[in-house]
């Protein structure tokens, strides 16, 4: 996971601050060492409602950092939106859970 270009969508478009985009980045990898460690201790989150459990924290991370972006001049808007929810379910894929729900995923979100 740590080859994926997360966030791509974002760091290819100068309206998002490219220190911005890196934090989200560090949020999705951080995600992903936590779905890592619930995998040592049990194989991996033991279903759906485990993995969402992480990912809400994940998707508060980012409504703290919709802040950071307003103050920057710029937001977590329709693409920055779809960009990280399509990444979110990427991560949910590559853990073994396609059938994960997107919305559901990012459902804490504030953006």
């Known amino acids: 996971m740590a080859d994926y270009a997360f966030l791509s969508g974002m760091s290819d478009d100068d309206y998002y601050p490219d ?17 890592e460690a619930e995998r040592i201790e049990a194989e991996r989150p033991s279903d759906l409602t ?6 809400e924290s994940a998707t508060e991370e980012f409504n703290e950092l919709e802040e950071e972006f307003g ?8 693409v920055a939106r779809d960009v990280i929810a399509v ?20 459902a804490a979100r504030e953006w």
């Open 19 to 35: 220190h911005l985009v890196d934090k989200g980045k560090t949020i999705l990898l951080r995600l992903c060492e936590r779905i």
């Open 87 to 106: 990444d979110f379910h990427f991560v949910a894929s590559a853990y073994g859970f396609a059938e994960a729900d997107i919305e559901e995923l990012v």
């Open 71 to 78: 103050a920057a001049g710029s937001e977590i808007e329709t």
């Open 50 to 55: 485990a993995l969402y459990v992480l990912t």
